[in-house]
């Protein structure tokens, strides 16, 4: 269970992932491998690219490293 203010996340619990780019829905799974503060989805979750910048390198067109701020609130059903 992860707890911030009233926003509590448990495992299992659908979410909402917003940056200024725009929205992701996910299923959460509270974990100590990922620190307090910090989110991680899989680089192959197609929203992944809907929040974060698309840049990559110029010369060998690899993605560039995801990394944006995100808000993550619990969905109500």
């Known amino acids: 269970m992860l707890e911030y203010g009233e926003n509590?996340?448990?495992n299992s619990d659908r979410v909402a992932i917003r940056?200024?780019?725009g929205p992701a829905s996910a299923l959460?799974?509270?974990t100590p491998t990922v620190q307090?503060?910090?989110v991680?989805?899989?680089m192959y979750f197609a929203?992944?690219?809907r929040l974060t910048f698309p840049s990559f390198d110029p010369h060998?067109?690899?993605p560039g490293y995801k990394a944006c701020a995100v808000a993550v609130t619990r969905e109500t059903p």
């Open 40 to 42: 991680f989805l899989p």
């Open 8 to 10: 509590v996340i448990r």
């Open 19 to 21: 940056s200024r780019r």
């Open 60 to 62: 060998s067109r690899q």
């Open 36 to 38: 307090v503060g910090q």
């Open 47 to 49: 929203a992944v690219n």
């Open 28 to 30: 959460a799974l509270v």
